[in-house]
Nanobody, 127 residues
Framework: QVQLVESGGGVVQVGGSLRLSCVAS????????MGWFRQAPGKEREFVGL????????LYAEAVKGRFTISRESAKNTIYLQMTRLEPEDTATYFC????????????????????WGLGTQVTVSS
């Protein structure tokens, strides 16, 4: 059973930056992607972005494209979410996810396709 542990959340001012980390308990051999979802208070959880474990290319939600970047450090079983130009709308609990998704272009934002979830880390953007 793979465990995902997020860290790096906190309070940041509008326009600031923050980097989240997610460490997998093992190599997560049965997953093809790792990524992030988020859930703001009173809203449904939404897809943020992902990184392919082979090749390392990324895919992002429109709301964060150009501001957020996902990278990986395979030797440490770790992915990162670098967030820049943060906005109040980015305030949410951020969840690290991992899964084996065959039809990625169709299912990348489908929660049920991600087998493993972290407990989340809170990000608050204050104005």
């Amino acid at each position: 059973q793979v465990q995902l542990v997020e860290s790096g959340g906190g309070v940041v001012q509008v326009g600031g930056s923050l980097r989240l980390s997610c460490v997998a308990s093992d190599s997560a051999f049965d997953t093809t992607v790792m990524g992030w979802f988020r859930q703001a208070p009173g809203k449904e959880r939404e897809f943020v972005g992902l990184i392919r474990r082979i090749g390392g290319s990324g895919l992002y939600a429109e709301a964060v494209k150009g501001r957020f970047t996902i990278s990986r450090e395979s030797a440490k079983n770790t992915i990162y979410l670098q967030m820049t130009r943060l906005e109040p709308e980015d305030t949410a609990t951020y969840f690290c996810v991992a899964g084996n998704i065959v039809y990625l272009s169709k299912y990348y934002a489908t929660e049920s396709k991600y087998t493993y979830w972290g407990l989340g880390t809170q990000v608050t953007v204050s104005s």
